[in-house]
């Protein structure tokens, strides 16, 4: 059976910091590309970063410079420092494993960014 279960959501203020982590089992975690997405309220999901099985990077425009996708294969985890957050970041993140044509989906981890 195959999980995704992230961690280190929560509510941070203007200008503060998060890391997300999002554990995987049950696959071969070293050849699936994975990342992350969000969904913020009354929006659809969208792309925030992916990092492949070589670790290739790639970001959104919205949090290049700010968020850092990296992984571990050694804890088949894949994290998301999240620095300089602002209230537009405030969404439920999700993680992501991809190796076409397979794909899953963690349930999600909740981000608020308030005062």
């Known amino acids: 059976q195959v999980q995704l279960v992230e961690s280190g959501g929560g509510l941070v203020q203007p200008g503060g910091s998060l890391r997300l982590s999002c554990a995987a089992s049950?696959?071969?975690?070293?050849?699936?590309?994975t990342g992350w997405y969000r969904q913020a309220p009354g929006k659809q999901r969208e792309f925030v970063a992916t990092?492949?099985?070589?670790?290739?990077?790639e970001y959104a425009d919205s949090v290049r410079g700010r968020f850092t996708i990296s992984r571990d294969h050694s804890k088949n985890t894949v994290y998301l420092p999240m620095n300089s957050l602002k209230p537009e970041d405030t969404a439920v993140y999700y993680c992501?494993?991809?190796?076409?044509?397979?794909?899953?989906w963690g349930q999600g981890s909740r981000v608020t960014v308030s005062p």
């Open positions: 049950g696959i071969i975690f070293n050849i699936y590309k």
């Open positions: 990092i492949s099985s070589g670790s290739s990077t």
């Open positions: 992501n494993a991809e190796f076409l044509p397979q794909g899953y």
